[in-house]
């Protein structure tokens, strides 16, 4: 649903659910969640959308495949070699295991200061009227 418009960037609210709110007893189950979270969709025809207007958002399958490799990839190949030999130098694996876990955490916070920006150039979702 459309939740703001501001000249080329539409804000819209999904409701993002769990794998089991769909299921019939989730009014008794207590596993079932669902969160609202607010995308940001450029685009030149913001002006043909309204508030409160349901709409479809689509992302491309490549951009699914990109994230995932970005997101669990690139942190696995960081980590295992720096596992490997932490642990070959240290000769301990707690010490090993720690400076893997260490690597990853940098990971993500250089991707998060340096490179957001880029990333959300490149990830894009496109709208459509329901």
């Not at 490997?84 to 694996?93: D, K, P, Q, V």
């Amino acid at each position: 649903m459309v939740k703001a418009i501001d000249n080329e960037c539409v804000r819209v609210t999904i409701l993002q659910s769990s794998a089991c709110s769909g299921c019939a007893a989730k009014q008794m189950c207590s596993s079932a969640e669902a969160k609202e979270k607010d995308v940001d969709v450029f685009t030149a025809d913001s002006a043909v959308y309204g508030v409160g207007q349901k709409v479809k958002l689509e992302g491309r399958l490549s951009d699914g495949r990109r994230a995932a490799i970005i997101a669990y990839g690139l942190p696995l190949l960081l980590m295992l070699p720096v596992l490997f030999f932490a642990t070959r130098l240290s000769g301990s694996e707690t010490t090993g295991a720690l400076w893997a876990l260490g690597s990853v955490a940098l990971y993500y916070i250089v991707v998060f200061l340096f490179f957001r920006g880029l990333l959300q150039q490149h990830f894009s979702f496109t709208i459509r009227k329901v």
